[in-house]
């Protein structure tokens, strides 16, 4: 059993699967009537160094629907790591809650969190991974295609923080995963070494490409997220001089497999990463994927906090 949720890799393919499959299960409790309040007098810091409305919405509702509450901490509060050390911060919350959220810069502040709380910690999204969202992203591919093994997906656009961990969890579930970048954007080497191998082990492919169009042949699914990053403002220039050939648009979409479906974390900035077509469009899933973010964190929540 694991302490916490910090990132993919951590945790093996049964285990994601026993997520995956909680996640379902509790996504149908809740349409058919509601949760079991089994976080009943449980309640979860949510640490937020970057604003966010999906992360903040989709956790505080989680913890309500399953009986618990949550409370909001903002970076005024907090100072992550410069009003108040990260260590003396961890010790002081696990006297207070039962679990801590955290969505950071750094992803050096998530490991020191978790080092220094007796209590669960999760990633809600660092400069190096998001767990959560790749959770979201499995759970919405599985929910359409019924498996993950053998589903082809595309990841267009940065090698950032949520490329690896579609990376991370494609490989884990040995779904194929194919990413087109352009030169200097790429994924952190070690990252790509450590799936790599677990690549090895599942079965899946993993394909590291620069040209768009190769990468979406034969695609399940395609994926995409903002060309500028919180924190990477002072690049956004250069990123839209670069970034355009990499735009899923409708001519995109037509070159992988018919029943292709897009997928995109959000925020989008519509008619840059993708057109207003095709998100708005019959193969888009990006607000099911959206909504998919609480079901999924509700398993996270439950395997941690106590559910079972």
């Known amino acids: 059993m694991h302490k916490d949720f910090l990132d993919i890799i951590d945790y093996s393919q049964d285990e994601l699967q026993e997520l995956l499959d909680l996640a379902v299960r509790l996504k149908r409790e809740y349409q058919e009537g509601g949760n079991e309040p089994v976080l009943k007098g449980k309640v979860l810091a949510m640490i937020f160094q970057k604003p966010s409305l999906r992360t903040r919405v989709s956790f505080d509702m989680a913890m309500r629907h399953l009986g618990g509450d949550a409370l909001y901490l903002s970076p005024n509060e907090i100072g992550l790591g410069k009003r108040e050390s990260v260590a003396d911060i961890a010790r002081v919350l696990a006297g207070y809650v039962h679990g801590i959220m955290a969505r950071v810069f750094e992803h050096q502040h998530v490991l020191e969190l978790a080092h220094w709380a007796n209590i669960p910690v999760i990633n809600g999204l660092s400069d190096f991974s998001h767990p959560c969202q790749a959770l979201a992203d499995a759970l919405t591919i599985y929910e359409t295609f019924g498996k993950l093994k053998g589903v082809n997906v595309t990841y267009v656009g940065d090698g950032n923080n949520v490329a690896v961990s579609l990376m991370q969890i494609s490989a884990k ?69 670069v970034f355009p050939p990499y735009q899923v648009n409708d001519q995109l979409v037509s070159e992988a497999n018919p029943d ?29 994927q959206a909504h998919n973010r609480l079901h999924a964190q509700k398993a996270i929540l439950y395997s941690l906090l106590g559910g079972e």
Do not use: K
């Open 173 to 241: 579930m040995g779904a194929n995963f194919s990413i087109a970048n352009p030169e200097n954007f790429d994924m952190p080497g070690a990252a790509v070494e450590t799936a790599l191998e677990i690549a090895r082990g599942s079965g899946s492919r993993l394909s590291f490409l620069r040209d768009p169009h190769e990468a979406v042949r034969f695609a399940d699914v395609i994926y995409t997220d903002t060309w500028t990053s919180m924190g990477q403002e002072e690049e956004a220039a250069e990123r839209e001089r």
């Open 260 to 288: 292709v479906i897009v997928l995109h974390c959000l925020p989008a900035h519509r008619n840059h990463e993708l057109t207003d077509s095709v998100a708005d469009g019959p193969h888009s899933r990006i607000f099911p």
